[in-house]
């Protein structure tokens, strides 16, 4: 992968806020959009467990993912596309590390919230009745329309991060 594909990819993984993950139930498709953090080649979100993405994800082993750019033209379309499985997260230590990460890169929810936010390890599922879940993609495809050709095409993101 070249220098310019690792740099647009990381910056995608930075800079981007929401995730669209998909679900289906009874072969009804649903999607929902999540702020996420990226840590350890993971997706990360809050959402609450009675929702109807987290309960359809529970009946499934596979669910998809994807995370674009935005864009007002179609040669800067630029963006992943994954499938892989949800975790909730549970290890105390993995939670703060993620909910100090969340905090920085959404930072109104500490200027709403105070310090509290990070201090109280139940602030999110007290406050917003939500949960920590990781997406762990297993496999990631890059769709990139400034090429002219390939423009989707299977990456590591060990070889970017």
């Known amino acids: 992968m070249d220098n310019t ?10 800079e981007t806020r929401v ?11 649903w999607s929902s ?6 840590h350890n080649n993971r997706f990360y979100f809050f959402s609450n467990e009675t929702s109807r993405h987290i309960q359809c994800a529970k009946d499934q082993k596979v669910l998809s993912a994807s995370i674009f750019q935005d864009s007002d033209r179609m040669d800067n379309i ?4 994954m499938s892989g499985v949800l975790e909730n997260v549970s290890k105390t230590t993995v939670y703060l590390l993620i909910v ?3 905090v920085a890169k959404f930072s109104f929810l500490k200027k709403i919230f105070g310090p509290q936010i990070v201090e109280n390890k139940n602030f999110f599922l007290t406050k917003f009745k939500s949960r ?11 769709s990139d329309n400034s090429k002219t050709t ?7 993101l060990n070889q970017i991060t």
């Open 132 to 142: 920590l879940y990781c997406f762990r993609p297993d496999k990631i495809f890059l």
């Open 33 to 38: 959009p999540v702020y996420f953090v990226f």
């Open 100 to 102: 100090k990460k969340y």
């Open 78 to 81: 630029f963006g992943f596309q």
């Open 150 to 156: 390939d423009k989707r095409s299977e990456i590591d």
């Open 19 to 29: 995730m669209t993950l998909a679900v289906s139930d009874k072969d009804i498709p």
């Open 5 to 14: 594909i690792q740099q647009k990819t990381r910056q995608l993984i930075q």
